[in-house]
């Protein structure tokens, strides 16, 4: 009633409409300004309940502010004016002249348009009124007295010292708010009421079933609820909204209050089944399988097909039964992908394709598609052939006998699957496959799917412009969101609910510039819109086009740019962090502490980390939890603290699941960690065991990037076991890999290790190690980091000093310069093993040149650093930062 009292002011009946603006708007810009509030306000799902009176007053006064609270005032004495049934009844009389049109009335814009958003309010207030028995309305009498006391000790509009010197405006209803408290005694007392916060008149109604076709003809409850809910509509987006904050920080919302919310709204609304949906979420964040699971299949049971996932009919009754069964298969498997059983997941997506294609629902069926594509890639199988397992096969070969390996399958699976998306325009789909694609072409060599025909010319290698053409297209979900019919109802009320909550911001910003003259003020109007803008765009689309950007920075860690890297991970942190997820939003924030820590060392990389465990709290599964890790094995190891770094890595092995095929990367990356603490600790033998165990795993599980790097460690293990012959093997092995998936920095970092292999081999080698050296310095000091351009200049180094040609007397800055160079950046790494090469070959050079005072300071120098880490000391402080 409130909300109606408010349109009939900002919509007065066509008779009265003598000026434009309506009395008592000053301007066109004020009178919208009302109207943009009450359209927040029935789009709003910032909670399931209305708002109390209290909190209404105080969003009206940040919209009133230019006639000294009138609206406000106005509104308070209207409701206490309602003291009988005929008071109620003359005042929804009246709201039907906002809707009328004038006798002889031939302009439509005179009267407020009856399906426009404010005009169907309107008609399910009056509808529900008309539907009341008389011992309705006297229960929504008490309930208004009820209503209007809970402002009443709080808010006091008479003290307003902010507007002065403004024109005062009278008016004839005004009345003191005192004077009224004994008419709302006499009608408390008559009534025994119980009355909640959030209360209003709207509790006290019901609307038929059909209205109009109107989705919201339930916008008020029974007359039996306690409490007064907001519209179906709100519910719902009140309920999506909640999705949306479980998804972005699911830290932030403890288990048990949410679930005791949801349970209260459910005890409220017990039609809306979706609560069952966001228990289930709300257990999947908390990693409870078994509560997720019950309450998933709760929500499929009790909605009994009435809310399909991607109804596309205009008759959506039955096509939301049609579409349960497979939507409910989609969202089982999701389930057993997220808890890590695969072959669960595999299970549940193949009946639902079965289930999909009888039924003819592509819409499901392309992204079920997506869904096993987004699982082939992310979950670790190892058999080759027969993925599905069912004899409803999703592609195992190409109708020739021939087999499919798993990443053609993969391959097979996401053109399916942007193909249907693209007919059926569902442009996030199609965002989302584009992404897949790009991560597809950048692990995998795309090989022909038949063993026979002419594949002479075939390049067995990556395509990084395919890469970029797919990134490209899935970014175009900015543009072509409304196409897509799972986003045209993009207005889900958080652009109301962003728009009501900067009204306190935009209120503060009135006051101040209130004392300005009014000549000077062109268009508040403006003003106010600025500081309520929240993005239209849906926060689906923000995230797809973010994972976009995203992927373009690991797309450029695998190629080698570092300032590429950087400045796609700042445009995502920057331009899209409001929409993130918290998962994504820390990868980007790891993104930028490793490039740090590479290029500015541990100290600012760690200042940078504390900031990022402060913003995002740490678990033991969490991007920042391991980056840590990481930081910390990486400092351990350079500073000789094999215990410490042992340890860590041992830790890394715990934190990987037991389930095989699950945690592939993190079980990679242990063996990784504890292979290099092998080394360090010269145990080479085990070091190399370990990394060809690892080498085995990163071929069964087709992980090609990562065997590049497995490879680069197998030749630096034999390197440093002297039996550089056969480390040239593998370091060859690895520069194939890395030019088949266009790896430059590691293939840089490969030849260089080439080139110490060669000059292992003896000084007659030196030219040609020192070729390969100037091959890889151009990409090394481009983009490589402090450590691998600090072992470029020792290499560089070294390859003079070996050269029987060269003469130090002759150029001795040919090896110093480099020299001095890597002493620096190691200084920052604290890497006390290169440190120490560097200054005994620079104590060696000196030598040649008979400088013995720099000669003895660089032996010193030499000493420290092997002391270091002979005997390492404080080994503790390796574990603080």
């Given at each position: 009633?409130?909300?109606?009292?408010?349109?009939?002011?900002?919509?007065?009946?066509?008779?009265?409409?003598?000026?434009?603006?309506?009395?008592?708007?000053?301007?066109v810009?004020?009178?919208?300004?009302?109207?943009?509030?009450?359209?927040?306000?029935?789009?709003?799902?910032?909670?399931?309940?209305?708002?109390?009176?209290?909190?209404?007053?105080?969003?009206?006064?940040?919209?009133d502010?230019?006639?000294?609270?009138?609206?406000?005032?106005?509104?308070?004495?209207?409701?206490?004016?309602?003291?009988?049934?005929?008071?109620?009844?003359?005042?929804?009389?009246?709201?039907?002249?906002?809707?009328?049109?004038?006798?002889?009335?031939?302009?439509?814009?005179?009267?407020?348009d009856?399906?426009?958003?404010l005009?169907?309010?309107?008609?399910?207030?009056?509808?529900?009124?008309?539907?009341?028995?008389?011992?309705?309305?006297?229960?929504?009498?008490?309930?208004?007295?009820?209503?209007?006391?809970?402002?009443?000790?709080?808010?006091?509009?008479?003290?307003?010292?902010?507007?002065?010197?403004?024109?005062?405006?009278?008016?004839?209803?005004?009345?003191?708010?005192g004077?009224?408290?004994?008419v709302?005694?006499?009608?408390?007392?008559?009534?025994?009421?119980?009355?909640?916060?959030?209360?209003?008149?709207?509790?006290?109604?019901?609307?038929?079933?059909?209205?109009?076709?109107?989705?919201?003809?339930?916008?008020?409850?029974?007359?039996d609820?306690?409490?007064?809910?907001?519209?179906?509509?709100?519910?719902?987006?009140?309920?999506?909204?909640?999705a949306?904050?479980?998804?972005?920080?699911?830290?932030?919302?403890?288990?048990?209050?949410?679930?005791?919310?949801?349970?209260?709204?459910?005890?409220?609304?017990?039609?809306?089944?979706?609560?069952?949906?966001?228990?289930?979420?709300?257990?999947?964040?908390?990693?409870?399988?078994?509560?997720?699971?019950?309450?998933?299949?709760?929500?499929?049971?009790?909605?009994?097909?009435?809310?399909?996932l991607?109804?596309?009919?205009?008759?959506?009754?039955?096509?939301?039964?049609?579409?349960?069964?497979?939507?409910?298969?989609?969202?089982?498997?999701?389930?057993?992908?997220?808890?890590?059983?695969?072959?669960?997941?595999?299970?549940?997506?193949?009946?639902?394709?079965?289930?999909?294609?009888?039924?003819?629902?592509?819409?499901?069926?392309?992204?079920?598609?997506?869904?096993?594509?987004?699982?082939?890639?992310?979950?670790?199988?190892?058999?080759?052939?027969?993925?599905?397992?069912?004899?409803?096969?999703?592609g195992?070969?190409?109708?020739?006998?021939?087999?499919?390996?798993?990443?053609?399958?993969?391959?097979?699976?996401?053109?399916?699957?942007?193909?249907?998306?693209?007919?059926?325009?569902?442009?996030?789909?199609?965002?989302?496959?584009?992404?897949?694609?790009?991560?597809?072409?950048?692990?995998?060599?795309?090989?022909?799917?038949?063993?026979?025909?002419?594949?002479?010319?075939?390049?067995?290698?990556?395509?990084?412009?395919?890469?970029?053409?797919?990134?490209?297209?899935?970014?175009?979900?900015?543009?072509?969101?409304?196409?897509?019919?799972?986003?045209?109802?993009?207005?889900?009320?958080s652009?109301?609910?962003?728009?009501?909550?900067?009204?306190?911001?935009?209120?503060?910003?009135?006051?101040?510039?209130?004392?300005?003259?009014?000549?000077?003020?062109?268009?508040?109007?403006?003003?106010?819109?600025?500081?309520?803008?929240?993005?239209?765009?849906?926060?689906?689309?923000?995230?797809?086009?973010?994972?976009?950007?995203?992927?373009?920075a690991?797309?450029?860690?695998?190629?080698?740019?570092?300032?590429?890297?950087?400045?796609?991970?700042?445009?995502?942190?920057?331009?899209?962090?409001?929409?993130?997820?918290?998962?994504?939003?820390?990868?980007?924030?790891?993104?930028?502490?490793?490039?740090?820590?590479?290029?500015?060392?541990?100290?600012?990389?760690?200042?940078?980390?504390?900031?990022?465990?402060?913003?995002?709290?740490?678990?033991?599964n969490?991007?920042?939890?391991?980056?840590?890790?990481?930081?910390?094995?990486e400092?351990?190891?350079?500073?000789?603290?094999?215990?410490?770094?042992?340890?860590?890595?041992?830790?890394?092995?715990?934190l990987?699941?037991?389930?095989?095929?699950?945690?592939?990367?993190?079980?990679?990356?242990?063996?990784?960690?504890?292979?290099?603490?092998?080394?360090?600790?010269?145990q080479?033998?085990?070091?190399?065991?370990?990394?060809?165990?690892?080498?085995?795993?990163?071929?069964?599980?087709?992980?090609?990037?990562?065997?590049?790097?497995?490879?680069?460690?197998?030749?630096?293990?034999?390197?440093?076991?002297?039996?550089?012959?056969?480390?040239?093997?593998?370091?060859?092995?690895?520069?194939?890999?890395?030019k088949?998936?266009?790896?430059?920095?590691?293939?840089?970092?490969?030849?260089?290790?080439?080139?110490?292999?060669?000059?292992?081999?003896?000084?007659?080698?030196?030219?040609?190690?020192?070729?390969?050296?100037?091959?890889?310095?151009?990409?090394?000091?481009?983009?490589?980091?402090?450590?691998?351009?600090?072992?470029?200049?020792?290499?560089?180094?070294?390859?003079?000093?070996?050269?029987?040609?060269?003469?130090?007397?002759?150029?001795?800055?040919?090896?110093?310069?480099?020299?001095?160079?890597?002493?620096?950046?190691?200084?920052?790494?604290?890497?006390?093993?290169?440190?120490?090469?560097?200054?005994?070959?620079?104590?060696?050079?000196?030598n040649?040149?008979?400088?013995?005072?720099?000669?003895?300071?660089?032996?010193?120098?030499?000493?420290?650093?092997?002391?270091?880490?002979?005997?390492?000391?404080?080994?503790?402080?390796?574990?603080?930062?």
């Amino acid at each position: 009633m409130a909300v109606c009292h408010l349109v009939q002011v900002f919509a007065p009946p066509a008779q009265q409409q003598h000026q434009a603006p309506p009395f008592p708007f000053d301007s066109v810009a004020h009178h919208n300004r009302l109207g943009l509030f009450l359209f927040a306000l029935t789009r709003s799902c910032e909670d399931f309940l209305e708002p109390p009176l209290e909190e209404l007053l105080r969003q009206l006064k940040a919209v009133d502010d230019l006639v000294n609270g009138w609206l406000c005032e106005q509104l308070t004495t209207t409701l206490a004016g309602l003291n009988s049934p005929d008071d109620l009844f003359n005042f929804f009389d009246k709201l039907r002249g906002v809707l009328t049109s004038p006798d002889g009335g031939s302009v439509e814009d005179e009267f407020l348009d009856p399906n426009s958003q404010l005009g169907v309010f309107l008609r399910c207030c009056i509808l529900a009124f008309n539907s009341m028995t008389f011992e309705g309305v006297c229960h929504l009498l008490a309930n208004l007295v009820a209503y209007c006391n809970s402002a009443e000790a709080s808010y006091d509009l008479a003290e307003d010292e902010d507007f002065n010197g403004e024109i005062e405006m009278g008016d004839p209803m005004d009345a003191d708010i005192g004077v009224r408290s004994g008419v709302f005694d006499r009608y408390t007392q008559g009534y025994a009421t119980e009355s909640h916060m959030g209360e209003s008149s709207s509790s006290l109604v019901h609307a038929p079933i059909s209205l109009h076709n109107f989705d919201e003809a339930d916008i008020f409850k029974a007359e039996d609820n306690p409490t007064c809910l907001r519209s179906r509509w709100q519910l719902e987006a009140f309920l999506n909204q909640q999705a949306d904050v479980l998804e972005k920080d699911p830290s932030s919302v403890p288990l048990n209050s949410f679930n005791n919310t949801m349970a209260q709204l459910q005890t409220l609304a017990p039609e809306l089944h979706r609560v069952q949906f966001l228990q289930y979420l709300n257990a999947l964040c908390h990693d409870d399988y078994v509560a997720s699971l019950d309450h998933l299949h709760r929500y499929f049971d009790y909605s009994a097909g009435m809310q399909g996932l991607f109804s596309r009919s205009s008759s959506p009754h039955q096509d939301n039964i049609v579409g349960k069964y497979e939507s409910a298969l989609l969202c089982l498997g999701n389930l057993h992908c997220y808890f890590g059983h695969p072959k669960k997941a595999l299970e549940a997506f193949t009946e639902a394709v079965r289930v999909s294609q009888m039924n003819n629902d592509d819409s499901c069926l392309a992204y079920i598609l997506g869904a096993i594509s987004n699982l082939l890639s992310k979950i670790g199988i190892s058999s080759t052939v027969g993925l599905i397992g069912s004899r409803y096969s999703l592609g195992n070969n190409i109708g020739l006998g021939t087999p499919l390996s798993i990443q053609q399958q993969l391959l097979v699976l996401l053109k399916r699957s942007l193909k249907r998306a693209d007919m059926l325009k569902l442009t996030s789909l199609l965002s989302f496959d584009h992404i897949s694609l790009a991560k597809f072409d950048l692990k995998h060599v795309q090989r022909p799917l038949v063993s026979f025909g002419p594949n002479g010319s075939t390049k067995l290698r990556t395509c990084p412009a395919d890469v970029c053409k797919n990134l490209r297209l899935s970014s175009h979900v900015l543009s072509d969101f409304g196409a897509d019919g799972l986003s045209i109802s993009s207005d889900n009320g958080s652009f109301s609910t962003s728009w009501l909550k900067n009204l306190s911001d935009a209120s503060s910003s009135w006051c101040s510039s209130s004392t300005k003259p009014r000549k000077f003020i062109t268009n508040d109007f403006d003003n106010f819109h600025f500081h309520a803008q929240p993005s239209p765009i849906p926060t689906s689309v923000l995230q797809l086009a973010g994972s976009a950007y995203l992927m373009r920075a690991t797309a450029w860690e695998h190629y080698g740019s570092a300032p590429m890297v950087r400045m796609n991970t700042l445009v995502y942190a920057t331009c899209f962090a409001d929409a993130a997820s918290s998962s994504e939003l820390s990868l980007a924030y790891v993104k930028l502490i490793e490039q740090l820590a590479v290029f500015k060392g541990y100290s600012a990389a760690f200042c940078a980390l504390k900031l990022a465990e402060e913003k995002f709290p740490s678990s033991t599964n969490s991007q920042i939890h391991l980056l840590k890790m990481q930081l910390l094995h990486e400092r351990a190891l350079h500073r000789g603290h094999l215990r410490i770094a042992q340890q860590i890595g041992d830790e890394f092995g715990v934190l990987s699941s037991s389930v095989s095929g699950v945690d592939i990367e993190l079980k990679t990356e242990a063996s990784l960690r504890r292979a290099r603490t092998l080394l360090a600790a010269k145990q080479f033998s085990q070091a190399a065991a370990v990394a060809n165990s690892l080498f085995t795993t990163c071929y069964k599980y087709n992980m090609q990037v990562e065997n590049a790097s497995v490879l680069l460690l197998l030749a630096e293990i034999h390197r440093k076991s002297d039996n550089a012959v056969l480390g040239l093997t593998y370091a060859l092995a690895s520069q194939s890999f890395c030019k088949s998936f266009n790896l430059d920095l590691l293939e840089a970092s490969a030849t260089l290790t080439l080139a110490e292999l060669w000059l292992a081999l003896g000084s007659n080698h030196a030219k040609r190690a020192l070729s390969l050296v100037y091959q890889s310095l151009p990409m090394i000091l481009g983009h490589g980091g402090l450590e691998l351009r600090a072992r470029s200049q020792i290499v560089l180094a070294k390859c003079h000093l070996t050269d029987p040609e060269f003469s130090v007397s002759e150029d001795p800055c040919a090896v110093l310069d480099p020299l001095n160079q890597a002493a620096e950046d190691l200084q920052v790494l604290e890497y006390h093993e290169m440190a120490a090469e560097v200054y005994y070959l620079k104590a060696m050079t000196y030598n040649h040149l008979g400088k013995e005072y720099e000669r003895e300071e660089a032996a010193a120098r030499f000493k420290e650093h092997v002391t270091a880490l002979e005997n390492p000391r404080d080994e503790e402080d390796s574990l603080v930062y």
